[in-house]
Nanobody
Framework: QVQLVESGGGLVQAGGSLRLSCSAS??????MGWFRQAPGKEREFVTA????????YYADFVKGRFTVSRDNAKNTVNLQMNSLKFEDTAVYSC?????????????????????WGQGTQVTVSS
């Protein structure tokens, strides 16, 4: 059983930065993803990182602005978000899967993940 707890959300002005963290209890070798859901919208993939940190995947709308990393010694996955936009406002959730996929598109599918955190609110003011 893996428990995930996100932290670091908050209110920031457009153009600002936030750093989210996902702390995992249990194992530190799962492949991890970040998803977000804005009010009235479907949940969407943001980024994913494999168990070693050697592979990362990003949604097109965050490339060049967001960076995912992990510290397996601390069982933590971080999401550095820069140049935030109003449309980045959402609840951000981390997720874990024990499966490793050769098809990178699978990491963008929420159904591929086994464990989810409660989420942390990110609000970007325009």
């Amino acid at each position: 059983q893996v428990q995930l707890v996100e932290s670091g959300g908050g209110l920031v002005q457009a153009g600002g930065s936030l750093r989210l963290s996902c702390s995992a209890s249990g194992r530190s070798t799962d492949n991890m993803g970040w998803f977000r859901q804005a009010p009235g919208k479907e949940r969407e993939f943001v980024t994913a990182i494999n168990w070693s940190g050697g592979r990362t995947y990003y949604a097109d709308f965050v490339k060049g602005r967001f960076t995912v990393s992990r510290d397996n010694a601390k069982n933590t996955v971080n999401l550095q978000m820069n140049s935030l936009k109003f449309e980045d406002t959402a609840v951000y959730s981390c997720a874990a899967t024990t499966n490793a996929y050769s098809n990178s598109e699978y990491y963008a599918q929420a159904s591929r993940y086994d464990y989810w955190g409660q989420g942390t609110q990110v609000t970007v003011s325009s």
